[in-house]
């Protein structure tokens, strides 16, 4: 190699760290300490201790820097700098230490540093020192130095101090104005945020896509999309839109504002989308209740050859939990394996939340176990899959083992809703009334909607229809849909035709056209063989153009979904279903079982009711998967209604008949039945 002056080689080790590589730099130290005598100069010295600090070798360059005679503030700040751009906060505010005891004084390129590494480690304390020697060293009045000061008050809480630094600073470039702006969404005050962005409009300030994406993160908290859309038009004008990064933050916004038919024509628009802008899209579509296309946009991603982010990945996850997908939710967890992100947190609560929603709670079990770290989520979807699965008593304990485990989890308002949730479904009346008046004392918890809702239907599902119906009338805020729904299903399970009709009108009013609640008050009606009341409830439904939807289930075989409705007829192999429901009704009137004829919703005679309530789809999806699914595998069903009584008699005793295990998810909750019985205990 010729000989190369010290600007050539320090060229050289600044090449290295532009192309983040550690090998171009180690053959550039190699040739410096070829070509130059011992000690290096200075300046060569302080290249070397940038690069090995921002290509994360800390010890090289905290030796290097060791072996310098003469080190400067910008020997010093080149290895805080990259502790800090590396997340090694704590190593670089020992760095600042270490060089202040050296007398060697900060300038504008280090306070920046040291004040990000306090605002990440939380140390409001270590700030204020840091601030205070920063205007002592005259430095902050500096733009940048005033500016990350500002965003490490933010980030530690101390409100009022980021507020008098703002006010104070002599100029406020767009970095303080995006600090402000992000700082107001991450701390839960998008209002400031939105009047933080007109301000620095009315100041002549031109937003930038981080100011962009702050202010869309802004109007979808407050879930404001006309004011999202004013700004979708002011980046159309001034042409940001095809800043991929706006456009990614545009699908973000109106996903979470359920406009997603919006966000695809965003997403459409973008003419190199990055894996941000596929993550986002994949997520538009879970929040939207669009779980297939979000699987869908997911596969189109993989086949352009996007790889799957931790992200990406929960967000399917999410989906697959939505569908009741277990073996694609499988497939997903295998390719999280793959690309070696189950360990995240996120990922791993999203597979807890997976398999419990799925009906596997023993993987759901096993995935808890295995995180190397668990948060909030992880601890809710656990108690939720447990809840899904009506086992109060392990939801119970969980509970108890998540307040108690020293691990700094603190119970939030979906925690007691999970928990009082199990408590209904397993009938636990005693043990969930104690926990709902234990919850502003015990854990500063309100109680919402939500909680009233499962404590009604707690006392319902126990039969004390009348003294839930009290309960609700001395609430103390204006009871919900799903309040009044919990006491009308209690209606429809415990013959209470006049309290329903209460309740009933309670919804019709809260949501006029919301068919499943007509519906529950007809087959209400319908059970009591009020027929005619039944029928004036169809007749008011078809008059107001209220459709009900069809009641289908549907069962996977061999990655294909079968879908079955009532009577249905059509299925390419429905000879073969029909001469297995008569061999299982056959058996089944051999061992004791009567069908339960007040699930017929028409006036019609005993024999014509049983041949009704016997092709209910949830049979139909039953009878095939006894003919397509291998013995010992369970049978999975999803019915996108409750199931009926009805059938969840005749499939506890077709489990027995046939000794196979049906798991049936419908829009209530699991039901496992085996050898006779359900998980459920009867009590749904």
């Not at 997603?260 to 929040?287: G, K």
């Not at 108690?383 to 699965?389: D, K, L, N, S």
């Not at 056959?586 to 019609?604: C, Q, S, T």
């Not at 000794?659 to 006779?676: G, Q, Y």
């Amino acid at each position: 190699m010729p000989f190369l002056n010290p600007k050539a080689l320090a060229w050289l080790v600044e090449s290295a760290v532009s192309t983040h590589s550690s090998l171009i730099g180690r053959a550039a130290h190699a040739q410096i300490i070829k070509t130059l005598n011992t000690p290096l100069p200075s300046f060569i010295s302080n290249h070397l201790v940038n690069m090995y600090s921002k290509l994360d070798h800390p010890n090289t360059a905290q030796l290097l820097l060791s072996l310098n005679p003469v080190r400067s503030v910008v020997t010093w700040t080149a290895l805080i700098s990259g502790s800090v751009q590396n997340g090694h906060f704590s190593s670089a505010l020992l760095h600042f230490s270490n060089m202040r005891r050296e007398s060697i004084q900060p300038n504008d390129f280090t306070f920046p540093c040291t004040f990000k590494a306090s605002g990440s480690l939380r140390s409001p304390l270590t700030g204020r020192q840091l601030h205070a020697l920063a205007v002592k060293a005259g430095q902050i009045s500096d733009i940048f130095v005033g500016c990350s000061a500002f965003d490490m008050y933010c980030k530690t809480g101390l409100r009022e101090e980021a507020r008098k630094m703002f006010d104070e600073m002599p100029e406020r470039n767009i970095a303080t104005w995006n600090a402000y702006i992000s700082n107001s969404v991450l701390d839960g005050r998008p209002r400031d945020a939105i009047r933080a962005f007109i301000g620095f409009r009315f100041e002549g300030g031109e937003p930038n896509s981080i100011t962009c994406c702050a202010f869309f993160n802004a109007c979808s908290d407050m879930s404001d999309l006309r004011l999202g859309c004013q700004l979708h038009g002011f980046v159309i004008r001034n042409g940001s839109d095809s800043n991929v990064s706006v456009a990614n933050g545009l699908v973000d916004f109106y996903g979470k504002c359920r406009q997603f038919e919006l966000a695809e024509m965003v997403f459409d628009a973008i003419i190199r989308p990055n894996d941000v802008s596929w993550s986002s899209m994949v997520a538009a579509y879970v929040q939207n209740d669009e779980e297939e296309k979000a699987c869908l946009i997911f596969f189109r991603a993989r086949r352009v050859g996007v790889e799957p982010t931790d992200f990406m990945i929960s967000s399917v996850l999410s989906a697959c939990a939505g569908l009741a997908g277990l073996e694609l939710g499988r497939s997903m967890h295998a390719l999280a394996v793959k690309a070696c992100v189950e360990g995240n947190v996120y990922v791993g609560s999203a597979l807890v939340d997976m398999y419990g929603k799925c009906g596997s709670i023993e993987d759901s079990e096993r995935s808890f176990d295995e995180m190397p770290e668990r948060n909030l989520i992880t601890w809710n979807a656990m108690i939720g899959g447990y809840a899904h699965q009506g086992r109060a008593d392990m939801a119970l304990a969980f509970f108890e083992e998540m307040t108690h485990s020293g691990n700094d989890v603190i119970p939030n308002y979906v925690t007691l809703v999970c928990v009082l949730s199990a408590c209904s479904r397993a009938g636990s009346l005693e043990e969930g009334m104690e926990i709902f008046e234990s919850m502003r004392v015990r854990h500063g918890i309100e109680p919402g909607s939500e909680h009233y809702a499962c404590i009604v239907d707690m006392l319902g599902r126990a039969g004390m229809v009348e003294k839930a119906y009290e309960f609700i009338k001395k609430m103390p805020i204006r009871p919900t849909v799903s309040v009044w729904g919990a006491l009308l299903g209690a209606c429809r399970v415990y013959g209470k035709p006049e309290l329903g009709k209460i309740a009933a009108d309670k919804l019709f009013e809260l949501d006029p056209q919301d068919s499943g609640n007509h519906v529950l008050l007809s087959n209400m009606f319908a059970a009591a063989r009020r027929w005619e009341e039944a029928t004036v409830v169809r007749k008011e439904m078809k008059d107001v153009g209220i459709k009900k939807g069809p009641g289908c289930s549907w069962v996977t075989v061999k990655n294909a979904v079968h879908v079955f409705q009532a009577k249905g007829t059509s299925h390419e192999r429905n000879s073969e279903i029909q001469a297995m429901l008569a061999k299982l009704r056959r058996e089944m009137k051999a061992a004791g079982y009567i069908p339960d004829i007040n699930f017929a919703l028409y006036d019609l005679e005993d024999e014509e009711k049983e041949t009704e309530v016997w092709y209910h789809s949830e049979k139909l999806a039953l009878a095939f998967g006894l003919i397509c699914i291998p013995p010992g595998v369970p049978i999975r069903i999803t019915k996108n209604l409750r199931v009926c009584g009805d059938c969840h008699s005749a499939i506890k005793f077709i489990s027995g008949i046939v000794s196979r295990e049906i798991i049936v998810r419908d829009n209530n909750r699991f039901h496992r039945f085996r050898d006779n019985q359900c998980s459920c205990r009867d009590y749904w």
